[in-house]
T-cell receptor
Framework: GESVGLHLPTLSVQEGDNSIINCAYS??????FIWYKQESGKGPQFIID?????DKRQGQRVTVLLNKTVKHLSLQIAATQPGDSAVYFC???????????FGSGTRLQVQP | DAGVTQSPTHLIKTRGQQVTLRCSPK?????VSWYQQALGQGPQFIFQ???????QRGNFPDRFSGHQFPNYSSELNVNALLLGDSALYLC??????????FGAGTRLSVL
């Protein structure tokens, strides 16, 4: 069946370090991937997305890498700040499908 | 420009009762999707509404139903509540084919 899963449930990093959050997906038909950040008591907030015709996309302090060969994507956060502490979800979709499929999330803890 | 708004923010019900949750989409958005997020889990797709019709449904029983109004706002109804229905219910809106924006959710507790 299809699934989107994350390798690590909790990631603890020092303030100022770079963070890498990983995500695996199983459906080779997936062609659109999104990273969301969810803070306590809030809904998921869009961070960055990438389509399957790209390998890398950069935003402000964030980079998403997509490896279609091994069905893996990652979110890199540069110079991690305390405000980055949250749960991060990857989600996938594919052409013709309405629903986003989310992974179970990784909690990022930023230590001062 | 208001984002996606959901009401109420918190709700406590007992088993067997019925509940209605409400969502106002982001201005200009015509599509509303509902998700259920259990504690410690990722959101699970319930259904999506567009042009007042349900056009895709996830793996949820018929106890979960919805409606979309002409102004694009939406309601999620859950009948015969079970303890397992306790969750954060998220509404997401989008303009056809574009990025989804999520509301803060309604926290439903079933006792």
């Amino acid at each position: 069946g299809e699934s989107v899963g994350l390798h690590l449930p909790t990631l603890s990093v020092q303030e100022g370090d770079n963070s890498i959050i990983n995500c695996a997906y199983s459906n080779s038909a997936s062609d659109y991937f999104i990273w969301y950040k969810q803070e306590s008591g809030k809904g998921p907030q869009f961070i960055i997305d990438i389509r399957s015709n790209m390998d890398k996309r950069q935003g402000q302090r964030v980079t998403v890498l997509l490896n279609k060969t091994v069905k893996h994507l990652s979110l890199q956060i540069a110079a991690t700040q305390p405000g980055d502490s949250a749960v991060y979800f990857c989600a996938e979709n594919r052409t013709g499908r309405r629903a986003l499929t989310f992974g179970s999330g990784t909690r990022l803890q930023v230590q001062p | 420009d208001a984002g996606v708004t959901q009401s109420p923010t918190h709700l406590i019900k007992t088993r067997g009762q019925q509940v209605t949750l409400r969502c106002s989409p982001k201005s200009g958005h015509d599509t509303v999707s509902w998700y259920q997020q259990a504690l410690g889990q990722g959101p699970q797709f319930i259904f999506q509404y567009y042009e007042e019709e349900e056009r895709q449904r996830g793996n949820f029983p018929d106890r979960f139903s919805g409606h979309q109004f002409p102004n694009y706002s939406s309601e999620l109804n859950v009948n015969a509540l079970l303890l397992g229905d306790s969750a954060l219910y998220l509404c997401a809106s989008s303009l056809e084919g574009t990025r989804s924006y999520f509301g803060a959710g309604t926290r439903l507790s079933v006792l």
